[in-house]
């Protein structure tokens, strides 16, 4: 699956190999960590929720934006 590697419980993967395997990425690393390298540089992390860590997360995206939509109306 072109440049991705498991080294040390870490996984790593190019750009490109992200935009060509999302969705195999998302079902095979489900809970880990990901980490996104741009020629062998590091530009990102990707947290691959489990079905509770994505509900406390929408939870938390909803809080955020009621806050946010309170002090517009300020």
Known sequence: MGSIKKENGITKVGAVSLRLNLSKLIKEHEGESIY??????????????????????????ARILVENSNKSDE
């Open 36 to 61: 996104i390298t741009k020629r062998r540089i590091l530009v990102a992390e990707l947290n691959v929720y489990t079905q509770k860590t994505r509900k406390d997360a929408e939870i938390n995206i």
